[in-house]
């Protein structure tokens, strides 16, 4: 039989939550001296994926850095990399992994998102900012964003700027509750109409 049967059979298996037996299959698969290119990237992803899952996140950066090394345009590997990093408060790991996603600009809106989360974390507001802008340039309908920009801009005292992006949030999503508290906390914090 193919390899690609067995990475079939562990994706079935992992997608079963048969963590075990996915782990052994495509740990056979990598150990094999197989010079199926597609069936070890496949496999070496999905044990990224499987450690993620089993939150052993130093393990599932490992797989997802060998992803990255088989396909250096990996975005899912770079994306569950930046994440883990951001998880991990492991900011300037993430920036560098971000840093080659926005390179493959692929889905750059979510990936200025994750910059901007980065760089909120290490209280760098104006960069974070402008993260969201890009992002809202791309994609001017997603309300969270509009609140975090709204957030950003109460950090760096822009009040009317954050009014105005807590306001756009509603627009979009009138339900957003997170965008309607911090408006009305604004309103009342500086008597505004």
Same mark, same amino acid.
């Given at each position: 039989?193919?390899?690609?049967?067995?990475?079939?059979?562990?994706?079935? @298996?992992?997608?079963? *939550?048969?963590?075990?037996?996915?782990?052994?299959?495509? @740990?056979?698969? &990598? !150990?094999?001296?197989? #010079?199926?290119?597609?069936?070890?990237?496949?496999?070496?992803?999905?044990?990224?994926?499987?450690?993620?899952?089993?939150?052993?996140?130093?393990?599932?950066?490992? =797989? =997802? &850095?060998?992803?990255? $090394?088989?396909?250096? +345009?990996?975005?899912?590997?770079?994306?569950?990399?930046? =994440?883990?990093?951001?998880?991990?408060?492991?900011? +300037?790991?993430? +920036? $560098?992994?971000?840093?080659?996603?926005?390179?493959? *600009?692929?889905?750059?809106?979510?990936?200025?998102?994750?910059?901007?989360?980065?760089?909120?974390?290490?209280?760098? =507001?104006?960069?974070? !900012? $402008?993260?969201?802008? #890009?992002?809202?340039?791309?994609?001017?309908?997603?309300?969270?964003?509009?609140?975090?920009?709204?957030?950003?801009?109460? !950090? @760096?005292? #822009?009040?009317?700027?954050?009014?105005?992006?807590?306001?756009?949030?509603?627009?979009?999503?009138?339900?957003?509750?997170?965008? +309607?508290?911090? @408006?009305?906390?604004?309103?009342?914090?500086?008597?505004?109409?």
């Amino acid at each position: 039989m193919s390899l690609m049967y067995y990475v079939d059979k562990g994706i079935r @298996l992992f997608d079963q *939550d048969k963590l075990n037996e996915a782990e052994d299959i495509f @740990l056979d698969i &990598i !150990k094999s001296s197989t #010079k199926d290119k597609a069936a070890i990237l496949l496999a070496t992803s999905h044990l990224g994926y499987l450690y993620e899952k089993l939150k052993q996140e130093e393990l599932a950066k490992e =797989f =997802f &850095i060998k992803t990255m $090394e088989l396909d250096p +345009e990996d975005w899912n590997a770079m994306n569950h990399l930046a =994440f883990l990093h951001i998880q991990d408060k492991e900011f +300037e790991k993430s +920036e $560098e992994v971000l840093m080659k996603m926005l390179k493959i *600009d692929f889905k750059p809106e979510s990936t200025y998102h994750f910059l901007a989360i980065i760089y909120h974390n290490q209280a760098l =507001f104006a960069k974070s !900012k $402008e993260c969201l802008k #890009k992002s809202l340039g791309i994609d001017s309908q997603n309300d969270d964003i509009w609140v975090e920009l709204g957030s950003a801009n109460e !950090k @760096l005292n #822009k009040v009317d700027d954050a009014v105005n992006c807590y306001e756009n949030a509603l627009k979009i999503n009138k339900l957003n509750s997170e965008a +309607e508290m911090k @408006l009305k906390n604004l309103r009342e914090h500086y008597d505004l109409n």
